[in-house]
Protein backbone atom coordinates (compact mmCIF):
# COMPACT_ATOMS: atom_id res chain seq x y z
CA UNK A 1 0.00 0.00 0.00
CA UNK A 2 1.55 3.21 -0.76
CA UNK A 3 0.13 6.81 0.06
CA UNK A 4 0.89 10.29 -2.07
CA UNK A 5 -0.53 13.35 -0.44
CA UNK A 6 -0.61 16.57 -2.43
CA UNK A 7 -2.15 19.96 -2.67
CA UNK A 8 0.06 21.55 0.03
CA UNK A 9 1.26 24.72 -0.78
CA UNK A 10 1.69 28.60 0.34
CA UNK A 11 -1.49 30.36 1.31
CA UNK A 12 -2.61 33.87 3.83
CA UNK A 13 -3.84 33.52 6.27
CA UNK A 14 -8.28 33.42 5.86
CA UNK A 15 -7.95 31.42 2.31
CA UNK A 16 -8.62 27.75 1.74
CA UNK A 17 -6.69 25.09 0.15
CA UNK A 18 -7.50 21.77 -0.35
CA UNK A 19 -5.16 18.58 0.39
CA UNK A 20 -5.39 14.65 -1.52
CA UNK A 21 -3.76 11.52 -0.50
CA UNK A 22 -4.32 9.36 -3.45
CA UNK A 23 -3.57 5.17 -2.05
CA UNK A 24 -2.96 2.46 -4.13
CA UNK A 25 -4.23 -1.28 -4.00
CA UNK A 26 -8.11 -2.44 -5.13
CA UNK A 27 -8.71 -2.62 -1.12
CA UNK A 28 -9.23 1.46 -0.37
CA UNK A 29 -12.52 1.18 0.49
CA UNK A 30 -11.99 -0.65 3.39
CA UNK A 31 -9.49 1.40 5.12
CA UNK A 32 -10.08 3.58 7.69
CA UNK A 33 -8.25 7.01 6.95
CA UNK A 34 -6.43 9.50 9.07
CA UNK A 35 -4.44 13.56 8.39
CA UNK A 36 -2.17 14.29 11.22
CA UNK A 37 0.56 17.20 10.99
CA UNK A 38 3.65 18.20 12.47
CA UNK A 39 4.74 21.78 12.41
CA UNK A 40 8.86 22.48 13.25
CA UNK A 41 9.71 21.91 16.62
CA UNK A 42 6.31 20.32 17.77
CA UNK A 43 4.95 16.80 18.02
CA UNK A 44 2.89 14.94 15.22
CA UNK A 45 -1.03 15.59 15.61
CA UNK A 46 -4.04 13.65 14.78
CA UNK A 47 -6.48 16.33 12.75
CA UNK A 48 -9.07 14.41 10.86
CA UNK A 49 -10.52 10.64 10.34
CA UNK A 50 -12.69 8.98 8.37
CA UNK A 51 -14.19 5.35 8.57
CA UNK A 52 -13.88 3.14 5.61
CA UNK A 53 -17.79 4.00 4.41
CA UNK A 54 -17.59 8.30 5.10
CA UNK A 55 -20.36 7.52 7.54
CA UNK A 56 -18.31 8.32 10.93
CA UNK A 57 -15.50 11.38 11.02
CA UNK A 58 -14.08 13.08 13.75
CA UNK A 59 -11.55 16.27 14.24
CA UNK A 60 -9.45 17.79 16.43
CA UNK A 61 -10.80 20.65 18.51
CA UNK A 62 -7.87 23.05 16.82
CA UNK A 63 -9.71 22.25 13.63
CA UNK A 64 -13.19 21.41 14.41
CA UNK A 65 -15.48 23.42 12.02
CA UNK A 66 -12.75 24.76 9.65
CA UNK A 67 -11.62 21.62 7.85
CA UNK A 68 -13.51 18.97 6.58
CA UNK A 69 -12.31 15.50 5.46
CA UNK A 70 -14.09 13.49 3.00
CA UNK A 71 -12.95 10.72 0.60
CA UNK A 72 -13.75 8.90 -3.12
CA UNK A 73 -13.30 5.23 -3.05
CA UNK A 74 -14.17 5.19 -6.68
CA UNK A 75 -10.81 7.41 -7.18
CA UNK A 76 -9.11 6.02 -4.16
CA UNK A 77 -8.64 8.97 -2.71
CA UNK A 78 -9.14 10.69 0.88
CA UNK A 79 -9.38 14.74 1.44
CA UNK A 80 -9.10 17.41 3.25
CA UNK A 81 -10.84 20.84 2.89
CA UNK A 82 -9.06 23.14 5.01
CA UNK A 83 -11.06 26.89 5.14
CA UNK A 84 -10.20 29.84 7.48
CA UNK A 85 -6.51 28.77 7.83
CA UNK A 86 -4.33 30.23 9.79
CA UNK A 87 -0.59 30.70 10.67
CA UNK A 88 -0.86 27.76 13.35
CA UNK A 89 -2.26 25.57 10.68
CA UNK A 90 1.20 25.59 8.84
CA UNK A 91 2.85 22.25 9.08
CA UNK A 92 3.92 18.95 6.86
CA UNK A 93 0.45 17.05 6.82
CA UNK A 94 0.69 13.89 6.54
CA UNK A 95 -2.17 10.93 5.38
CA UNK A 96 -2.10 7.39 6.87
CA UNK A 97 -4.28 4.08 6.35
CA UNK A 98 -5.65 1.50 8.23
CA UNK A 99 -5.52 -1.28 6.33
CA UNK A 100 -7.77 -3.21 8.89
CA UNK A 101 -10.32 -1.22 9.09
CA UNK A 102 -10.67 0.80 11.83
CA UNK A 103 -9.91 4.62 12.44
CA UNK A 104 -8.66 6.25 15.41
CA UNK A 105 -6.84 9.49 16.64
CA UNK A 106 -3.42 7.78 17.70
CA UNK A 107 -0.67 7.25 15.09
CA UNK A 108 -0.30 4.20 16.26
CA UNK A 109 -3.64 2.89 14.76
CA UNK A 110 -2.37 3.20 11.39
CA UNK A 111 -0.15 0.78 9.61
CA UNK A 112 0.84 2.75 6.16
CA UNK A 113 1.58 6.56 5.79
CA UNK A 114 2.57 8.94 3.47
CA UNK A 115 5.21 11.57 2.45
CA UNK A 116 3.49 14.55 3.59
CA UNK A 117 2.57 17.74 1.83
CA UNK A 118 3.97 21.37 3.38
CA UNK A 119 1.52 23.66 3.77
CA UNK A 120 2.26 27.24 4.96
CA UNK A 121 0.11 29.90 6.14
CA UNK A 122 1.12 33.55 6.60
CA UNK A 123 -0.31 35.97 8.58
Known amino acids: VQLQASGGGLVQAGDSLRISCEVS????????MGWFRQAPGKEREFVAL????????DYADSVRGRFTISRDNAKNTVYLQMNSLKPEDAAIYYC?????????????????WGQGTQVTVSS
Open 96 to 112: AANSFGRYGRLQGEYDF
Open 25 to 32: GRTFGSYG
Open 50 to 57: ISWSGLTT
